[in-house]
């Protein structure tokens, strides 16, 4: 059953493009229309590449993908129904189906248009159509129209990336009789570090240069008031504590998941907290789950996986050499591992992995902490909805919860629970965009009922 058929029983509905003036309307109205067309254009920038590797066909091949993305930012611009897909890849038949489920919930009255559907599902469905004019126009069909935007992102970060390596190397080389307290400071700075990442989000600023300039370290003290939910407590303690006969004793995490969000400059802050984690001992391992095609503008893929880490490698700073060959290790040794799955490129809530993806459902249930970076990772654990801000994030999840997990996300869409009573009113008062800026950042846990002492 999907989770939509739950909406009875006091659920909120979706946020949606219906709504008039909505952040919602405002992004399928101005901000994809805006993606579609740097992607048409992308592609006949790159016309003579395609040329020089495939000859005319590669050519052919532009102009019928730039055709095929021009009729779908018709039919987004004029609301017109959704459309089945048609590549015949291995998640065509999930998509449609998804597509008829959309279409009952909505009945007859309201098609499953571009404007009337749940804005998750639509803005999901527009990158998974990019996806098949491509796929539809070999020889081109591999071909990432958001990679100059990611590669440009990480060479433009490049002094912050630095100053990161730099204070790595510092803390691996004093980690020897370290003390509890000055792990904690250490881990509290790279996970707040690794939040205020999440900033640097090429979709949201619709592919407009948005890269990390200096060095973040500098800045957390300022940034602290802007957290509005901080369980970086909660997430310590999962990792430096387990149940032992009754009783609580200090010991590592064996697994920590990190579901990631955009490459360029966040990828390497969750890099660099996922090489503290191991280095210091308080993890064994760490599982990093991307995205099986390009997505969002700026989510990372094992191509952009693999490639930041041999960039940093290459480079010709001592530290950020170092810690590429060190990262590099520990994808060798296993210590590191790098997974997709076609579910994170579906528009499912997560609520519906246990029953449409219970594979992934399972991996993630045998890590002792997930952490889910970044704002469409947020929206699908909340479902994407109407929520008051006060409701509880576990109410939130709809029974989601395969293991411990936190969300660290800057907040750049208008979902957010889990705020005490009045901190919403508050903060529309003082700052009516706070939900959708990216200037304010979240730290939220949640432990499911099993897991806790």
């Known amino acids: 059953m999907m989770a939509d058929d739950q909406i009875l029983q006091g659920v909120p509905p979706s946020l949606s493009a219906k709504v008039v003036g909505s952040f919602a309307y405002l992004t399928v109205k101005d901000r994809l229309p805006t993606i579609l067309t740097k992607v048409i254009d992308t592609i006949h920038r790159n016309k003579n590449m395609f040329f020089e590797e495939y000859g005319e066909e590669g050519i052919q091949a532009g102009k019928q993908t730039i055709s095929l993305l021009s009729k779908m930012r018709n039919e987004l611009q004029t609301d017109k129904p959704v459309l089945v897909l048609t590549d015949g890849l291995q998640d065509t038949e999930s998509w449609n189906q998804y597509l008829l489920r959309q ?41 990432d129209v958001f990679n100059e935007g990611k590669t440009q992102s ?7 990336v630095m100053a ?29 570090v690794s939040l205020w990442g999440n900033k640097c989000d090429l979709s949201i600023s619709a592919g407009q240069e948005n890269s990390q300039k200096t060095s973040p370290l500098d800045s957390l003290n300022s940034l602290q008031p802007f ?66 095609i390009p997505w ?7 191509r952009d996986f693999q ?14 050499s170092k810690s590429g060959a060190k990262w590099q290790t ?5 210590v590191w591992s790098y997974h997709d799955h076609p579910f994170w490129t579906m528009p499912h809530e997560f609520c519906d992995m246990a029953a449409d993806a219970p594979d992934l459902y ?60 009045g901190q919403g009113e508050k903060l529309d008062s003082q700052d009516p965009d706070w939900m959708t800026s990216g200037k304010y950042a979240v730290i939220q846990f949640f432990c499911p009922k099993s897991e806790q002492t």
């Not at 098949?132 to 020889?139: D, F, H, I, K, Y």
């Not at 390596?165 to 510092?170: A, I, K, N």
């Not at 803390?171 to 000055?182: A, C, L, R, T």
């Open 307 to 320: 490639w930041t880490i041999r960039q940093t490698m290459a480079s010709n700073h001592k530290w950020m």
């Open 362 to 421: 399972a991996v993630l249930k045998e890590a002792d902490l997930v952490l889910f970076k970044g704002d469409l990772n947020y929206r699908k654990l909340t479902g994407d909805r109407d929520w008051d801000h006060t409701v509880s994030f576990d109410t939130a999840l709809r029974g989601f919860g395969p293991a411990p997990l936190c969300s660290l996300r800057t907040l750049k869409a208008n979902v957010q629970v889990g705020l005490q009573s």
């Open 154 to 160: 990480y060479f433009e970060s490049q002094q912050a």
């Open 103 to 143: 279409q009952r919930l909505q009945g007859d009255q309201d098609p499953v248009s571009w404007f009337k559907s749940p804005w998750l599902y639509v803005e999901c469905y527009m990158y998974r159509r990019i996806q098949e004019a491509l796929w539809l126009n070999p020889p081109i069909s591999d071909y």
């Open 227 to 292: 957290i509005l939910v901080d369980d970086y407590n909660m997430v310590w303690l999962t990792l430096t504590s387990t149940k032992s006969s009754g009783q609580l004793e200090r010991t590592s995490a064996g697994r920590v998941d990190i579901v990631l969000d955009n490459a360029g400059f966040e990828l390497v802050t969750d890099l660099i907290f996922a090489d503290f984690l191991v280095s210091s001992g308080l993890v064994r391992e760490v599982h990093f789950h991307g995205k099986c």
């Open 296 to 302: 969002f503008v700026s989510d990372v893929t094992a």
């Open 330 to 334: 520990y994808l060798k040794e296993g």
């Open 164 to 192: 990161l390596c730099t204070y790595m190397e510092e803390v691996s080389k004093n980690m020897e009789g370290i003390s509890k307290n000055q792990l904690l400071d250490h881990f509290n700075k790279l996970l707040q």
